[in-house]
């Protein structure tokens, strides 16, 4: 059961734990990564003679500073297309023809759903058509977002078309901070491996082709926020801070499930270590664990829940996401096996059995199985469940986004020597760059006669 993603054309519709142990444990299995964070060398390790270049005191700078340059210079580039998009842009169901930049990143597709919620919450009825049928709604949309835009609105007097992408930005560059640490404590052999690891994945976190929504007004900012934030809590063995966060990614987006399988491998990985006599983990601890990943399962059906209870209609959330599905059931898998052949034809299977392989391919090289248990299980637990649940169609790379751990992946891939590592970073992060603003040009702009969604 994925978000859905707006009123266009039938798509895919989008625990109370222990208390911590001691102190800032080490992640289940390994020691915080000491901060080899940096691609390049420190103050102290500059030259001592002849005059300081500007890129070195930049390089001197905290590992924050870089993050937060890193992301507003990907942020800058994608508000400057966006604002290019906007000019061609035609009158809409959302916007007048040529909006502004914050209409623009503030009204299209789901960003009025949201407004919806924000202004006027959830209907009391389903509304359901001639045939019966539960027609598109805004319980299709989980309500963090909007609600924490609802109070700002509320507390400032602003309006949504200013302060929902305000917010989404802001959350952005905690979610880029939160994603760097996540992997400098997450991923300790990664980053040894592959010299300024953390930083690069940033980077290309923040250049992903459908990264641009890290500005506008829908749920990606608040969703890697807190993805990266239960992940960076979990590896520090920070529980009942974990158990919170997971709660409000329950309402966030439904992607809370596939948390509770990565604390089943820390818990794992924690009790194998602990045979070995690596770890201490003892009852206490195995049953707060438990009771963890049991909440993380509760989190991910809380919001069909209070929907059902609202409306009066049990499984009312799921028939609402049916309404964005071009087939109304939701069978997990199912939509690889008519999708695919409606684009490509007889080509379909074979195309989509070459994209099972490329996912699993990428899952299971070297530099994944670097990672750090947790990150490596958030991979591939989140990317199964997104494949079993959504209706392929063209929001997928977008739900992808919140995988942040495979761009660690892609950029430990090339590890040395030290020039085809800068080569390969340099050349994705070209190429992605140039795929978001192809992203934003062709999935932005509407095109009212009919079209596909972000």
Not at 305 to 313: K, P
Not at 419 to 447: D, K, P, S, T, Y
Request: hydrophobic residues 55%; proline residues 8%.
């Amino acid at each position: 059961m994925s978000e859905s993603d707006g009123p266009v054309r039938a798509r895919d519709a989008d625990a109370v734990s222990a208390p911590p142990p001691a102190e800032a444990t080490p992640s289940a299995g390994a020691a915080p990564a000491a901060d080899a964070a940096h691609a390049g060398p420190t103050a102290d390790e500059t030259p001592a003679t002849g005059p300081a270049s500007p890129w070195q005191g930049v390089r001197a700078w905290p590992w924050w500073a870089h993050v937060l340059l890193v992301y507003a210079a990907a942020k800058v580039f994608a508000a400057a297309v966006f604002v290019w998009t906007a000019q061609v842009q035609e009158a809409n169901l959302w916007t007048s023809a040529r909006p502004d930049y914050l209409s623009f990143v503030a009204l299209m597709y789901d960003g009025s759903w949201y407004r919806q919620v924000a202004e006027d919450g959830y209907p009391a009825e389903l509304p359901r058509g001639a045939d019966g049928l539960v027609q598109q709604n805004a319980w299709a949309f989980f309500p963090l977002f909007p609600m924490l835009v609802r109070g700002l609105m509320t507390v400032t007097g602003g309006t949504w078309v200013v302060l929902a992408p305000t917010l989404a930005l802001l959350l952005g560059a905690g979610a880029a901070l939160v994603v760097h640490q996540a992997v400098v404590h997450g991923a300790p052999r990664a980053v040894a491996a592959r010299p300024g690891l953390p930083l690069a994945t940033v980077a290309l976190v923040c250049a992903f082709p459908t990264a641009a929504v890290l500005q506008v007004a829908y749920t990606e900012s608040l969703a890697l926020l807190l993805v990266a934030s239960a992940l960076l809590l979990l590896v520090r063995r920070r529980y009942a801070w974990t158990a919170l966060v997971v709660l409000a990614l329950g309402f966030t987006r439904a992607v809370a499930l596939p948390m509770a399988a990565v604390v089943v491998v820390h818990l794992a990985v924690r009790w194998w270590r602990t045979r070995r006599g690596e770890d201490d983990l003892r009852p206490a601890g195995t049953l707060g664990l438990v009771a963890l990943a049991g909440f993380s399962g509760v989190s991910g059906f809380a919001w069909p829940a209070i929907c059902g209870w609202a409306t009066g209609v049990p499984d009312g959330y799921l028939q609402t996401q049916e309404a964005w599905r071009g087939v109304r059931e939701v069978v997990p898998f199912s939509g690889w096996t008519y999708v695919p052949q409606f684009w490509f034809g007889a080509w379909g299977t074979w195309l989509t059995v070459a994209g099972f392989v490329l996912v699993a391919v990428v899952l299971l090289v070297p530099a994944a199985w670097r990672l750090g248990p947790e990150l490596h299980a958030w991979g591939a637990a989140y990317v199964v469940y997104i494949l079993a649940v959504i209706e392929p169609g063209s929001s997928l790379a977008r739900f992808l986004l919140l995988a942040f751990p495979l761009g660690a992946v892609t950029a430990g891939a090339v590890t040395r020597p030290a020039r085809a590592r800068r080569a390969w970073f340099v050349g994705v992060l070209v190429l992605m760059l140039g795929l978001q603003a192809l992203w934003i040009r062709q999935m932005w702009e509407f095109n009212p006669g009919g079209d596909w969604p972000p």
